[in-house]
């Protein structure tokens, strides 16, 4: 089974502090994705990744930076937490596009709340 | 861009009863996914719809998928109380080919 796991269920940060969230998958996956979920809103695309050292900006990437110095590890940062950045965060990671199976495997997610 | 959009937002049903969940797009979407998510919980592959015509069954979901009319339909048959979730369809078609959700549709089965 693939495992997309991350670094924390539940977060409290402060405003103005650095934020790291981690994300590791198991399956030698291509792609890695970071979704916030906010209710009425759905999932959005913050940035997502094809390779390593490899980044895309999504749809709402302003606020946010990510790094992927290793295939099975990718990581959000939020160089200065603000308030609107409380969200439920979720990673996901997938085959390449078009291959048989690029289905999106999503951790079990981390709820951020900035104070 | 992919639009995605789902409806029913929020939907109340019975157990025992039938329904459908709808998911319109509008461009061309080579494959259409369908999630769950249980409260509190994250996103749950149910289905990949490939091709025209394509549909998959899993105990009481069925999905299936018209790329001529640009709709994928999830079915529910007979609910019960555990199917209660919300349900996201996604497809092809960011900037970047990233995939696209819809809004969700909240299901709540209630005895």
């Known amino acids: 089974d693939v495992k997309v796991t991350q670094s924390s269920r539940y977060l409290v940060k402060r405003t103005g502090e650095k934020v790291f969230l981690e994300c590791v998958q198991d399956m030698d996956h291509e792609n890695m994705f970071w979704y916030r979920q906010d209710p009425g809103l759905g999932l959005r695309l913050i940035y997502f990744?094809?390779?390593?050292?490899?980044?895309e900006k999504g749809d709402i990437p302003e606020g946010y930076s990510v790094s992927r110095e290793k295939k099975e590890r990718f990581s959000l940062i939020l160089e200065s937490a603000s308030t609107n950045q409380t969200s439920m965060y979720l990673c996901?990671?997938?085959?390449?596009?078009?291959?048989?199976?690029?289905?999106?495997?999503f951790g079990p997610g981390t709820r951020l709340t900035v104070l | 861009e992919l639009k995605v959009e789902q409806n029913p937002l929020f939907l109340s049903m019975q157990e025992g009863k039938n329904y459908t969940i709808y998911c319109n797009y509008s461009t061309t979407s080579d494959r259409l996914y369908w999630y769950r998510q249980d409260p509190g919980k994250s996103l749950e592959s149910l289905f990949v719809?490939?091709?025209?015509?394509a549909v998959k069954q899993e105990g009481r979901l069925m999905a299936s998928l018209d790329t001529k009319a640009r709709l994928s339909t999830l079915h529910i048959t007979a609910a019960v109380h555990d199917l209660s979730a919300t349900y996201f369809c996604?497809?092809?078609?960011?900037?970047?080919?990233?995939?696209?959700f819809g809004k969700g549709t909240k299901l709540s089965v209630k005895p």
């Open positions: 719809l490939l091709s025209n015509g």
């Open positions: 990744s094809y390779d390593v050292k490899m980044k």
């Open positions: 996901a990671s997938s085959n390449r596009e078009g291959a048989p199976t690029d289905t999106q495997y």
């Open positions: 996604a497809g092809h078609g960011g900037s970047q080919g990233n995939l696209i």
